[in-house]
T-cell receptor
Framework: GQSLEQPSEVTAVEGAIVQINCTYQTSGFYGLSWYQQHDGGAPTFLSYNALDGLEETGRFSSFLSRSDSYGYLLLQELQMKDSASYFCAVRRDDKIIFGKGTRLHILP | DAGVIQSPRHEVTEMGQEVTLRCKPISGHDYLFWYRQTMMRGLELLIYFNNNVPIDDSGMPEDRFSAKMPNASFSTLKIQPSEPRDSAVYFC?????????????FGPGTRLTVL
């Protein structure tokens, strides 16, 4: 089987930096993805890490440590529009298994 | 491209009725996935297809659920008979086998309410 753990909620201030952690247990691991979902919307892809290290895309970065079965999503220069749920997801073969998501609240 | 298209966007039905959800994937994508999202259970993979062939249906909750993909442009998820506990948002997603980042593209979802 597989399991993913991420905090259910995180609160941060506009303009600040926030890190959302994800730990996983799975067999046949191929990589870790992150998706964003706004209320009433569909999940949208943010990043994918297949190898250890940091991947940067604009204000967002994602990190993976395969030996620790751990990853995180880093959001910098937070904006109010970043208020959403963030899901980590592990890739197994052709499919991905999603965590329960982290609700990010941003205070002005 | 218009992205993944789902219909209907909202469906309200009574317990015992048949429900059919529809999905048109992005043209050229090889994979199609059906997910169900609820507050309690999160985002669950129900079934996925590769080149129109069902590969893994282990997430389908029970025999009341069935999915088909008669061609590369169309898929259906059917619930018969529907029950109140089936109320959820159902997402369809597609991806290309050539994607470097294994990115899945989600449709807008169908919000199903079973009374």
């Amino acid at each position: 089987g597989q399991s993913l753990e991420q905090p259910s909620e995180v609160t941060a201030v506009e303009g600040a930096i926030v890190q959302i952690n994800c730990t996983y247990q799975t067999s046949g691991f191929y990589g870790l993805s992150w998706y964003q979902q706004h209320d009433g919307g569909a999940p949208t892809f943010l990043s994918y890490n297949a190898l250890d290290g940091l991947e940067e895309t604009g204000r967002f970065s994602s990190f993976l440590s395969r030996s620790d079965s751990y990853g995180y999503l880093l959001l910098q220069e937070l904006q109010m529009k970043d208020s959403a749920s963030y899901f980590c997801a592990v890739r197994r073969d052709d499919k991905i298994i999603f965590g329960k998501g982290t609700r990010l609240h941003i205070l002005p | 491209d218009a992205g993944v298209i789902q219909s209907p966007r909202h469906e309200v039905t009574e317990m015992g009725q048949e429900v059919t959800l529809r999905c048109k994937p992005i043209s050229g994508h090889d994979y199609l996935f059906w997910y169900r999202q609820t507050m309690m259970r999160g985002l669950e993979l129900l079934i996925y297809f590769n080149n129109n062939v069902p590969i893994d249906d282990s997430g389908m909750p029970e025999d009341r659920f069935s999915a088909k993909m008669p061609n590369a442009s169309f898929s259906t998820l059917k619930i018969q008979p529907s029950e109140p506990r089936d109320s959820a948002v159902y997402f369809c997603a597609s991806k290309s086998d050539r994607s470097t980042y294994n990115e899945q593209f989600f449709g807008p979802g169908t919000r199903l309410t079973v009374l």
